[in-house]
Antibody
Framework: EVQLVESGGGLVQPGRSLKLSCLASGFTFSNYGMNWIRQAPGKGLEWIVYISSSSSYIYYADTVKGRFTISRDNAKNTLYLQMTSLRSEDTALYYC??????????WGQGASVTVSS | NIVLTQSPATLSVTPGESVSLSCRASQSISTSIHWYQQKSNASPRLLIKYASQSISGIPSRFSGSGSGTDFTLSINRVESEDFSIYYC?????????FGAGTKLELK
């Protein structure tokens, strides 16, 4: 069974940093591109970043470019999102999602991030 | 960035009705559109890929059509479990975008 489990969320003050992890199981992680998508409370889905299977290609949405960094460790089947200079508008549920060519065919349950003083 | 406009924002229907949800792209994106369903307090689920390709395990009452800038998700005879929010997403550009969603609610 394909599983994606996010962790590392929590309450953080504005301007501080936080690192999310997404542990993958049930498939060959190194064969798939991965994404982070977030959803602010009561709002829609916002794609924020993609990383290819070998980390050769990385694309960021303008809203997080320069502040967030995606990475992966294929030996540990884990995807990461390093978030710095956090703002209140970064408050959201953060999902990792597997990418099968283009569509996102498997999603985690999400990690909640709240940016507040 | 490619903007996806979904309409209507909310659709009120009774079970058994058939419905069509629209997604319009700000530029031509061929068939690089995918549809997701998100039930309350749950993660999104892929319903349709590349505008019209079915997904294993998804009921056959869900279908998609369109190309270029106009796309449609159709649900034939809505069932109670279908009341959710539906999102379209484009992969034509490497900067992916989602539409704002259409909420399908019980009339």
């Amino acid at each position: 069974e394909v599983q994606l489990v996010e962790s590392g969320g929590g309450l953080v003050q504005p301007g501080r940093s936080l690192k999310l992890s997404c542990l993958a199981s049930g498939f060959t992680f190194s064969n798939y591109g991965m994404n982070w998508i977030r959803q602010a409370p009561g709002k829609g889905l916002e794609w924020i970043v993609y990383i290819s299977s070998s980390s050769s290609y990385i694309y960021y949405a303008d809203t997080v470019k320069g502040r967030f960094t995606i990475s992966r460790d294929n030996a540990k089947n884990t995807l990461y999102l390093q978030m710095t200079s956090l703002r209140s508008e970064d408050t959201a549920l953060y999902y990792c999602a597997r990418q099968e060519y283009a569509p996102m065919d498997a999603w985690g349950q999400g990690a909640s991030v709240t940016v507040s003083s | 960035n490619i903007v996806l406009t979904q309409s209507p924002a909310t659709l009120s229907v009774t079970p058994g009705e058939s419905v069509s949800l629209s997604c319009r792209a700000s530029q031509s994106i061929s068939t690089s559109i995918h549809w997701y369903q998100q039930k309350s307090n749950a993660s999104p689920r892929l319903l349709i890929k590349y505008a019209s390709q079915s997904i294993s395990g998804i009921p056959s009452r869900f279908s998609g059509s369109g190309s270029g800038t106009d796309f449609t998700l159709s649900i034939n005879r809505v069932e109670s479990e279908d009341f959710s929010i539906y999102y379209c997403q484009q992969s034509y550009s490497s900067l992916y975008t989602f539409g704002a969603g259409t909420k399908l609610e019980l009339k």
